[in-house]
């Protein structure tokens, strides 16, 4: 039987020892493997079986957002724990709901990152994890870390583009469709994004958004129950 593994993703090579070396320590029956970067993660992930992934945003060659799109794009679906340098305002239910399990602040204090390792790991084996990481993860993330770029994906039938500045959605283009319309497609039970890319261009798309990402996916998401309640 293949070891199961946490996999610890983080440029920083003091913080990848001291994880190490405290994972060690503390004698979890899981193996421990640490990736530099979302594109060694993503190697690693081909050939070793991975339970739990804890994962920073902030990397080169490929960071942690662009690693959770490749994860939603090959539909390997895994807890993760992210780890960011930014206050959140955002629940860890909200967060659950996306796809990501929980979050960490830097600096991160291992006493915290044992408890969330032992609460996910023990829930992933009761089967009480929900799995797949969202559209809405990845732009909650990119909100968080205040990010300027623009996502490319599928947008109903549509190549469709969502411009971001400063973490806000600014803009979104998909064919003839509208925000709303576009918005809309989003929340449609069928809606199925099968892949995502995302670039850092410093666009010059204005912004043409004044609602939050989450306050325009629940008025679509009450529009589209209202036009689909059972006559």
């Known amino acids: 039987m293949s070891t199961q593994n946490i996999l610890f993703v983080d440029d920083s090579k003091p913080l990848v020892q001291l994880f190490t070396d405290h994972m060690l320590k503390k004698g979890y029956k899981y193996g421990f493997l640490t990736a530099a970067n979302g594109q060694e993660a993503l190697e690693i992930l081909k050939k070793d079986k991975i339970v739990l992934v804890i994962l920073d945003i902030q990397m080169p060659v490929m960071d942690g957002l662009q690693f959770l799109a490749e994860l939603h794009n090959r539909k390997i679906w895994l807890p993760v724990i992210i780890m960011t340098g930014t206050d959140l305002e955002i629940s860890e239910k909200k967060f659950s709901e996306y796809g990501i399990v929980d979050y960490l602040k830097k600096p991160v204090f291992f006493e915290d990152l044992d408890k969330r390792i032992n609460e996910i790991l023990k829930r992933t084996e009761n089967k009480d994890l929900i799995s797949g990481i969202s559209i809405f993860g990845i732009l909650q993330v990119l909100e968080m870390e205040k990010k300027t770029g623009i996502m490319s994906l599928k947008i109903g039938n549509q190549d469709g583009k969502i411009f971001f500045k400063d973490g806000k959605v600014a803009d979104i283009e998909a064919g003839g469709l509208s925000v709303d ?51």
């Open 181 to 231: 319309e576009a918005i809309g497609e989003f929340v449609k039970p069928d809606m199925e994004i099968k892949k995502i890319n995302i670039e850092y261009i410093n666009h010059l798309r204005e912004n043409k958004i004044n609602k939050s990402l989450t306050q325009m996916v629940l008025e679509a998401a009450k529009d589209w129950d209202e036009q689909n309640k059972p006559q």
